[in-house]
């Protein structure tokens, strides 16, 4: 079996360690933007909401007070 070279050894564990810090990055970033996808759906589902019920009262005002003859 070869010997392990220390040098090598060392620029391993350096790269290893440089690696689970950028890991540890992504990993805060995505959590980020995992909430900042669920607060952008939460929006988006009020405003269907608003929308919603801006058009049932039109709709409802449209039938009660319209401007045909019945």
């Given amino acids: ?3 392990i070279d220390p040098v090598q050894f ?12 950028k890991v540890n990055e992504l990993q805060t970033d995505m959590k980020a933007m995992l909430a900042l996808a669920n607060q952008g759906r ?24 319209s401007l045909m003859p019945r």
């Fill in 42 to 65: 939460g929006g988006f589902w009020a405003g269907m909401a608003m929308a919603s019920a801006l058009g049932a009262i039109v709709t409802w005002l449209t039938g009660h007070f």
């Fill in 1 to 3: 079996m070869a010997d």
């Fill in 10 to 21: 060392g620029a391993l564990t350096a790269q290893v360690s440089a690696l689970e810090s």
